[in-house]
Nanobody
Framework: VQLQASGGGLVQAGDSLRLSCVVS????????MAWFRQAPGKEREFVAV????????HYADPVKGRFATSKDNAKNTVSLQMNSLKPEDTADYYC???????????????????WGQGTLVTVSS
């Protein structure tokens, strides 16, 4: 199983970015897909999750109303659309997958078996 995240970059506050995660060896259709981020010197934190089946979404409070995640089952990819970016959104962003995740564990990085490499998002003020 491989997850390949891309789309990070340097932007100004208020700009938008779209991150993509290409998945191989695992069907996103039947997997719970999530995004986490990790800023320098901080722990990895939950950003968003889309449960298998695509019917349940959840976002961390700091990104609600600004970020949106979605799956493309045909392309086997997951995306994270980030709007109205703020300097505090600066971090390495990671996609993660699980086939057994339960609702109560969605914010726990250890509950995800598969991880992509990070893609760096830097937001300047």
């Amino acid at each position: 199983v491989q997850l390949q995240a891309s789309g990070g970059g340097l932007v100004q506050a208020g700009d938008s970015l779209r991150l993509s995660c290409v998945v191989s060896g695992l069907a996103v259709r039947s997997s719970t897909m999530a995004w986490f981020r990790q800023a320098p010197g901080k722990e990895r934190e939950f950003v968003a999750v889309l449960f298998r089946g695509g019917s349940s979404l959840h976002y961390a409070d700091p990104v609600k109303g600004r970020f949106a995640t979605s799956k493309d089952n045909a392309k086997n990819t997951v995306s994270l659309q980030m709007n109205s970016l703020k300097p505090e959104d600066t971090a390495d962003y990671y996609c993660a997958a699980s086939q057994t995740l339960i609702w109560s564990s969605m914010k726990n990085p250890q509950a995800y078996k598969y991880w992509g490499q990070g893609t760096l998002v830097t937001v300047s003020s």
